[in-house]
């Protein structure tokens, strides 16, 4: 064959070695006793298929032809699916250690964020869990000092509502304000002025933040790194806004330093100081009490103490401005029981039907619903499929809230998910809005406390109800775009009862 006839066949040759390699792939997986899936293309993988902005609809579809445990093709990355509450219990829960990595997303390693609690694994997890958590009870979580930060909130809140005169207004601003100044003054001791302009900044970069991370650009870069200078603009975006947060915090943190006491700590960041001073003194110069550690853990408490609990607040107003028979239903039983004065945590066991619906908030309202993303840290075999160590494994949360077997109405907001027949309250197994194992989120005690104390208040204080020339029925219960499943842009009235 001549050289202009070799030519001729490149292509066919390409075509060739491609349809070798995707059969390699399938007859490798075939072999291995890897989870099924779909057949992924060249490169793409299975990004055809994905719903990228609800790509756990995508997983929940696929579970029914491939099962609850199914690999799917993020690009040229394979990963591990799980759907369905029996699935994600055992991969988090009973298999805890195989499945309790975290895989650390292309922005974090790019933008040094692999320190603190959220992204690490081994002995720096290990480390500055334990410190953050021991340190966030020791500031009041789950005791009656981060009750009594609550309640002051609380009366900040509700002036800054009031201040509105019953006239619609965004939600996102006050309540997102209120759940932040709740976190800051666990990990720094003291609360920001709503009207701070510096504190306006950072909760904006933080809500943006989280949204750009679920936008079709940025899922995109962390697939295909290489395609940055195309995705320019998102990426740059996304990276000035934890920049510009890195630095408030750092500025934060140089504050508190100037006006250290060792024998006094105000609040987790003096904490970390103090225990990093002791470690100095001591000549322990290697180990996890570094800068870096503690930027790092600052910005994931205010990430994860801030968006998901305003978000789920959010839902909680709308979801009572859209159902007022329900509305009603909380009011009645809170005037019965507590009447006007200040609700207490003790409170919760006496108002079952409130607290179940701020439990059907959260399932319905599905915050995060892929979690983050996990990894194994070692070869498993899980229900009879083979999983490679490293594989990066989705956990679809939104699957066990909306689980067909464990929810009488899965799709519709129903309190009774959460009470017997006589009306008691009732736990629920499949209830995971704080993901399971290892990695359940550590705030999950301060979250509990901070969504009962203040939609109690709010709801002895107000009437909300759809913006003028807007009904219940046209109220839009469609997410936003995001890494956390927020209610899309809305404004409601708050009507004071007082």
């Known amino acids: 064959m001549d050289a202009a006839g070799l030519i001729q066949c490149l292509p066919v040759l390409g075509s060739l070695v491609v349809l070798v390699l995707v059969y390699l792939v399938f007859t490798a997986q075939t072999q291995n006793n890897e989870p099924p899936g779909p057949r992924p293309l060249p490169l793409l993988g299975n990004l055809l298929l994905l719903d990228f902005n609800q790509p756990y609809k995508t997983f929940i579809n696929l579970s029914k032809k491939y099962g609850s445990v199914f690999t799917f093709h993020m690009g040229p990355d394979k990963a591990v699916v799980l759907v369905g509450y029996q699935a994600v219990k055992e991969a988090l829960v009973d298999f805890a250690d195989e499945f309790g ?3 650390p997303p292309t922005t974090v ?3 040094q964020r692999e ?4 992204f690490t694994n081994g002995e720096t997890w290990r480390e500055m869990r334990r410190f953050a958590l021991t340190n966030l009870r020791d500031f009041g ?4 000092a981060c009750e009594d930060k609550i309640i002051e909130e609380c009366g900040h809140l509700l002036q800054r509502i009031k201040s509105f005169r019953d006239k619609a207004f965004d ?9 932040s100044n709740i976190i ?4 720094y001791g003291s609360r920001f002025d709503y009207n701070d302009p510096e504190f306006q900044q950072v909760l904006y970069r933080v809500c943006r933040g989280t949204e750009l991370l679920g936008t079709r650009s940025v899922q995109l870069y962390e697939m295909f790194p290489s395609l940055g200078k195309w995705m320019s603009g998102t990426r740059a975006e996304h990276r000035n806004i934890i920049l510009a947060n890195r630095n408030h915090y750092l500025k934060m943190i140089d504050r508190l330093t100037e006006t250290l006491e060792p024998d006094v700590s105000r609040g987790v960041v003096d904490a970390f100081l103090i225990k990093q001073q002791q470690l100095e003194e001591a000549g322990k110069n290697d180990t996890q ?3 870096k550690n503690l930027t790092t853990m600052v910005a994931n408490l205010f990430a994860g103490g801030t968006e998901t609990t305003a978000c789920t607040l959010r839902w909680s107003l709308l979801f009572m401005a859209k159902y007022p028979n329900i509305q009603d239903q909380v009011r009645e039983e809170i005037s019965r029981v507590i009447g006007a004065r200040q609700v207490q945590v003790e409170d919760r066991k006496n108002l079952p039907f409130t607290d179940a619906v701020i439990h059907e908030t959260q399932r319905l309202g599905n915050i995060l619903p892929l979690s983050l993303l996990h990894r194994t840290s070692r070869d498993v075999v899980f229900q009879g499929h083979f999983i490679r160590k490293g594989t990066a494994v989705y956990p679809v949360l939104a699957s066990v809230l909306y689980d067909e077997n464990e929810w009488e109405k899965p799709d519709c907001f129903y309190p009774a998910h959460f009470l017997d027949k006589d009306g008691k309250f009732v736990k629920r197994d499949a209830f995971m809005p704080f993901s399971a194992g290892r990695r359940i989120c550590p705030g999950e005690g301060l979250a509990r406390m901070e969504l009962f104390i203040i939609f109690v208040t709010l709801m002895q204080r107000f009437r909300f109800t759809p913006p003028p020339g807007v009904t219940e029925e046209e109220l839009d219960l469609t997410p936003s775009v995001g890494l956390a499943h927020c209610p899309s842009p809305h404004q409601l009235c708050a009507i004071s009862l007082s």
């Open 141 to 144: 979580m789950g005791k009656k």
């Open 101 to 103: 990595e975290r895989a």
């Open 109 to 111: 390693k790019e933008d």
């Open 289 to 291: 009490f570094h800068s």
């Open 115 to 118: 320190y603190g609690v959220v």
């Open 171 to 179: 939600t996102n601003e006050v309540v997102t304000a209120a759940v």
């Open 184 to 187: 800051s003054s666990m990990v």
